[in-house]
């Protein structure tokens, strides 16, 4: 069973640019989750997908962020315009249900300079 | 809000030692807590669960306590192998109400020396 993607595995971009991290959950899995670890500190929910609704984005920094999951499936998060303090590893995470363990994808390492 | 305290200095133990790593937390009682390993440039793996009416969960070499009184979990690994080098998370449910939200721990680097 193929586990929680993401792409890139890297992203180097300027100030002001934009960036879209995309997610692919485990297949039968509703529940889609997105953290972040900036440098030094501990990992930060982000926001909580069920299928295609948004359940709770009250960890997201700013109106900067936009979580996408059309369709239920894969998931997008668009960070636009980034800017130096958004620099660190997002990661997505996917469950079967609440409650039930989380597996989490190998991150995305954006570095905005 | 919620904080979480993991040791941040790593544990330095040689193999076949018991590894015990602790994470104490302030303000609200979660209703359950979850230890992760990560190895660098990975994501966090799940290892174990603990729900709060439960006083201790094993899984292989792996156990795992909770003491809703002290505010504390401690996690342990027997017969510690250097595979066991990583950095475990604990990580505890942000609302009593809504299973889906975390806080997580820094993180306890633990080394195994063969």
């Known amino acids: 069973e193929a586990g929680v993607t993401q792409f890139p595995s890297h992203s180097v971009i300027e100030k002001g640019q934009t960036v879209t991290l995309r997610c692919d959950p485990i297949?039968?899995?509703?529940?889609l989750y997105w953290y972040r670890r900036v440098m030094g500190k501990e990992i930060k929910f982000l926001l909580h997908f069920v299928k295609e609704s948004k359940q709770d984005e009250s960890g997201m920094p700013n109106n900067r962020f936009l979580a996408e999951r059309t369709g239920g499936t894969y998931s997008t998060l668009k960070v636009q315009p980034a800017e130096l303090e958004d620099s660190g590893v997002y990661f997505c995470?996917?469950?079967?249900?609440?409650?039930?363990?989380?597996?989490f994808g190998p991150g995305t390492r954006l570095t905005v300079t | 809000s919620q904080k979480i305290e993991q040791n941040s200095e790593a544990l330095n133990i040689q193999e076949g030692k018991t590894a015990t790593l602790t994470c104490n937390y302030t303000n609200y009682s979660p209703a359950y807590l979850q230890w992760y390993r990560q190895d660098p440039g990975r994501g966090p793996v799940f290892l174990l669960l603990i729900r709060e009416n439960e006083k201790e969960k094993r899984k292989e070499r792996l156990k795992v306590t909770f003491d809703t009184t002290l505010k504390q979990s401690l996690f342990h690994i027997t017969a510690s192998q250097p595979a066991d080098s990583a950095t475990y998370l604990c990580?505890?449910?942000?609302?009593?109400?809504?299973?889906?939200?975390?806080?997580f721990g820094s993180g306890t680097k633990l080394n195994v020396k063969p």
């Open positions: 297949s039968g899995h509703d529940n």
């Open positions: 990580a505890l449910d942000m609302n009593r109400y809504n299973f889906n939200k975390f806080y």
């Open positions: 995470a996917s469950s079967y249900a609440p409650g039930y363990e989380q597996y």
